[in-house]
Structure formats: structure tokens, C-alpha cells
């Protein structure tokens, strides 16, 4: 079978699940034995206000780059559309949708910032009231003139998505987003399937390490950072690693507590190596995403998860034991929680890479991704 993985490779001045997920899928399947060609652009390469006009108007769904003639060429038996946004556009999905699979990592197809969350809560107006409530609220990078393109391709509930509508199924990466999306989309074809976290690169503890945690991601208000710090106790060590719109603020912390520790952005090995030594990652996330490649990343090195409640997948990514839910705006439950993990001994890490080979492995998502790629091209021909 031939698979083209399209997608739109976020900067890496932020660090982006997503864009991790992509390749490591584009090497499960080649290991599979599928022939993979990834079709991508990338942020990286483009800047200036002739790359701001042009990616405006794509991301409004007014034409936009097509990645048809490599299609094309290349015959695939499948297309699976990660991300679209905001280099790729999206009309030539009529075309090929046949034979299209899109994975839904986060909710841009009905808001404007992707996240259903605003001003600490989780806001649903777009959907409820128009689009235009996030130009009222400058939702996509606090500009009401950004936020136009995406109110325009969000506009009357996700309707016109194309990686809903031109699709012949949508992937969901847990139970909770495919509920919210089918309520919105009935007749839609969505499948539950999360990501998968790489294998280990290194043997995962045999003894417990260090009492010390570990957040790693966006440093950005809607994943809880300004919670984490606040309300992180004095006398238990926090390794941050990440960039985003939050690191002058985390830097200032770090300087002034002798317990957080500040790495910026890292290389992803780097990471992992960190995750494997840690006593739990922190997930203190405030809007209701699934379940971030990191967790993944953690519970393969068989490094429990503290995640917050609000994360919608919650549940599912610390099942059978794996990790501790909590509520990052109350020391008292972020205390209890970071004794619970510290007491756990090896029995929480043991669950914790039992949960990453039943759920989230490269095994667990081929057996899973493969039927689905054969219901799609076998209903195409």
C-alpha cells in the first residue's frame, strides 16, 4: 500500500506534538512496509507580509497552496491529512477525499484558537453564537484582524471544513473529542485512535529515581503554566522545558526558586533522557485536549502522569494506575498528588509503561490504523 502524509509543519519556535507525531508515524508505517512519501511545508521556510497576506487568506479557505501534482505522481492508495493549517490549502481535498483520512489533533475546524478554551475557561461561542465571537475576543493570538481568516473558515460551526466534510473518516485522538465532534457532525465518519508514543531509547529504571518532576511543552497560557508555578511547593524540584509566549515569566521564576530548574527548548532526546529519570511529568493543562505526545512520551519511559482534570483524555491516559488526576489550582491537590506518585514506589512506573504498550505503542496504533487504510482504499477502487 502507498500512503502520502500531508501536513503543515508548525515553527519550531514552539514545540509541537503534532509535528512529532507525523514523523513518527511516517516511520511506523515504512517499518510496516508501506511505501510513505510525506508531502509537508513548512513555517520555517516562509516569513515577511507577503507570507502573512498569503497564509491569511489560505487559512480563510480561499485557495492556498495544493499539493496535487506530488499526489499525482506519487498514486498513492491513501491520503492522510494531518494538519492544514496555515501553508496548505484545502479545495483539492474534493478530489481526493475518496481515498483521505484526517487526523483531528486539536478542534481548529470549529475555533479559531483550536482549543475551546478563553480567558481561563472553556468557551464554545463560536459554535453556539458564530464565528464571529473570535474576532470579538481576538481569540487566535489575542488580534481581532488575526482572528478574522479563522472566523471565516470556522463560520457556521465547522461546515465548510474540508477535513471533515472531504474526508472519507476523521480520526480523533480520544472518546471525548469524537463525542463533541459527532454532536456537531453526525453524519461525519470519526474513529478513536491516539497517537502513539516512540519506543524507549533508553532501559527504563530499575530503581526509583530522585524525587524530581518534569513539565515539558508550550509555555503558553492554556496549558497551566502560570498554575504550575504558583502553586509548586518549595521544597520539591521542577524541571521546565519548553519556549513559547511564557518564558520571560518561567525565567524570572526560575531565578527567584532555588527548586525550578529552566532548560528552554530542547532537542526531543534530551527530553526523553529527562522523562525516563523523573519521578512523574506534569500535565497542567486548562483547555480540554486530548492526550499530548509528551504524556506518550512519558508513560513509554515508564514515568507516571499528574494531569489535570480539565484535560479531556484524563482519565484515559492514567488508567490501570499509570499516573494521578488533579486539580493544578489548589496546592493541597497538587501536594497530595506529588506524595501519592513519590509513595507509589516502582508499582506507578510498572503501570505506567503497561499502559503505553496496551494503548500507545507503534504496535497498538498499526493494528488499529492499518484496517481503517484498507476499509478506505478497498471502498475507493
Request: charged share 20%; with cysteine.
Amino acid at each position: 500500500m502507498k500512503i502520502a502524509l500531508v501536513h503543515s509543519f508548525y515553527s519550531s519556535s514552539q514545540p509541537s506534538g503534532e509535528n512529532s507525531a507525523v514523523m513518527d508515524q511516517l516511520a511506523a508505517l515504512e517499518r510496516h512496509g508501506f511505501e510513505v512519501r510525506l508531502i509537508s511545508r513548512r513555517t520555517d521556510d516562509f516569513s515577511g507580509p507577503g507570507h502573512i497576506l498569503r497564509a491569511a487568506s489560505t487559512a480563510a479557505g480561499f485557495g492556498g497552496p495544493d499539493p496535487s501534482a506530488e499526489l499525482e505522481a506519487f498514486a498513492p492508495d491513501i491520503v492522510h491529512v494531518h494538519n492544514l493549517f496555515p501553508n496548505w490549502g484545502s479545495s483539492w481535498l474534493k478530489h481526493w477525499g475518496e481515498r483521505a483520512v484526517s487526523t483531528l489533533h486539536n478542534f481548529r475546524p470549529v475555533c479559531a484558537n483550536a482549543t475551546l478554551w478563553r480567558d481561563g475557561s472553556k468557551c464554545t461561542e463560536c459554535i453556539t453564537h458564530g464565528s464571529v465571537r473570535s474576532i470579538i475576543h481576538g481569540c487566535y493570538r489575542d488580534s481581532k484582524i488575526a482572528s478574522i481568516p479563522l472566523a471565516v473558515s470556522t463560520r457556521s460551526a465547522g461546515k465548510y471544513s474540508a477535513l471533515i466534510h472531504e474526508t472519507a473518516a476523521s480520526i480523533v485522538l480520544n472518546s471525548e473529542a469524537c463525542t463533541f465532534y459527532r454532536s456537531i457532525f453526525p453524519d461525519s465518519d470519526f474513529t478513536v485512535l491516539p497517537n502513539f508514543g516512540p519506543a524507549p531509547t533508553k532501559s527504563r529504571l530499575k530503581n526509583l529515581p530522585e524525587p524530581s518532576f518534569i513539565y515539558a511543552g508550550r509555555l503558553v497560557a492554556e496549558k497551566g503554566v502560570r498554575d504550575l508555578l504558583e502553586n509548586w511547593p518549595a521544597d520539591v524540584v521542577l524541571h521546565i522545558y519548553g519556549s513559547g509566549d511564557l518564558v520571560e515569566y518561567v525565567e524570572n521564576v526560575a531565578s527567584r526558586k532555588a527548586n525550578v530548574y529552566f532548560h528552554g527548548a530542547q532537542p526531543r532526546e534530551t527530553v526523553l533522557n529527562a522523562l525516563i529519570s523523573a519521578t512523574a511529568l506534569v500535565l497542567p493543562s486548562q483547555w480540554p485536549e486530548g492526550i499530548p505526545t509528551i504524556a506518550l512520551e512519558a508513560l513509554g519511559s515508564g514515568t507516571p502522569v499528574m494531569v489535570s482534570a480539565t484535560v479531556s483524555a484524563a482519565e484515559t491516559i492514567i488508567a490501570d494506575g499509570a499516573g494521578v488526576i488533579l486539580d493544578f489550582t489548589s496546592p493541597a491537590s497538587l501536594l497530595s498528588a506529588i506524595r501519592k506518585v513519590s509513595e507509589s514506589g516502582l508499582e506507578m512506573r510498572d503501570a505506567a509503561y503497561g499502559r503505553y504498550q496496551q494503548s500507545f505503542s507503534s504496535v497498538a496504533w498499526l493494528s488499529a490504523i492499518v484496517p481503517l487504510y484498507e476499509r478506505i482504499a478497498s471502498a475507493s477502487t
